[in-house]
């Protein structure tokens, strides 16, 4: 079982329990155990439904006290993903201050909004990777995240009603950025140019389902170099 796993993670350095109806009991057994480890997946696999993702009925379950000792023993992790777990503001702010070596942080369908986006935009650090897809961080959790991105390369804003100011705010501050998914967001024309203007380092872009129209596709062509 996952409590046996635990307790001879010596020598492991990735391991993925994601979806497997995983407790508080497993989570506490596992944060004292995983010294050595670089890579952990919490998560919960998600499955498309129309144009949104809904999270795996018989997932991981853990409540935000769990969450936080967690966050207090990150260690040598240099990926974590809680994709699709409630994590809670309390555990979004553990997370953030404790983001230790983390360089890829998945925060996916985590419903953490505008506070939560907030509070992790402030401690970024070396993260790299950023995936804080469908959490309703709407315009200010965009700008919070813009005013932030040090050293990322790849950020997944993707479903956060961000809009067209929402879509100037990220523009404004792409940077070194070479991934940037703003997919299902409302951005508009508008936001298409906006992003356009500013596609600095970019290699890859998402941005279906934004209503971009005609005009908005014409002005990414007009600068994609």
């Known amino acids: 079982d996952v409590i046996k796993i635990a307790e001879n993670l010596e020598h492991l350095t990735a391991l993925d329990l994601s979806a497997n109806k995983l407790s508080d009991v497993s989570l506490q057994t596992?944060?004292?155990?995983?010294?050595?480890?670089?890579?952990?997946?919490?998560?919960?696999?998600?499955?498309?439904?129309?144009?949104?993702?809904?999270?795996?009925?018989?997932?991981?379950?853990?409540?935000?006290?769990?969450?936080?000792?967690?966050?207090e023993h990150l260690g040598q992790l240099t990926a974590l993903d809680l994709s699709g777990i409630k994590v809670g503001i309390a555990g979004v702010q553990a997370l953030a201050v404790n983001?230790?070596?983390?360089?890829?942080?998945?925060?996916?369908?985590?419903?953490?909004?505008?506070?939560?986006?907030?509070?992790?935009?402030e401690h970024l650090g070396q993260l790299t990777t950023l995936e804080l897809g469908y959490n309703e961080v709407g315009e200010a959790g965009a700008r919070a995240i813009s005013e932030h991105l040090d050293q990322l390369t790849v950020l997944d804003l993707s479903n956060n009603n961000l809009g067209e100011a929402g879509a100037r705010a990220i523009s404004e501050h792409l940077g070194q950025l070479t991934a940037l998914d703003l997919s299902n967001n409302n951005l508009g024309e508008a936001g298409a140019q906006a992003?356009?203007?500013?596609?600095?380092?970019?290699?890859?872009?998402?941005?279906?389902?934004?209503?971009?129209?005609?005009?908005?596709?014409?002005?990414?062509?007009?600068?994609?170099?």
């Open 30 to 71: 596992i944060c004292k155990h995983f010294r050595k480890l670089k890579m952990l997946d919490l998560g919960n696999e998600v499955e498309r439904s129309s144009l949104s993702w809904i999270v795996c009925s018989e997932g991981n379950h853990f409540s935000e006290t769990s969450m936080l000792m967690l966050a």
């Open 99 to 121: 983001l230790g070596q983390l360089t890829t942080l998945n925060l996916k369908l985590t419903k953490m909004k505008v506070t939560g986006a907030q509070v992790i935009a």
């Open 195 to 225: 992003i356009a203007e500013h596609l600095g380092e970019l290699t890859t872009l998402f941005l279906s389902n934004n209503n971009l129209g005609e005009d908005g596709v014409q002005a990414i062509a007009e600068h994609l170099g």
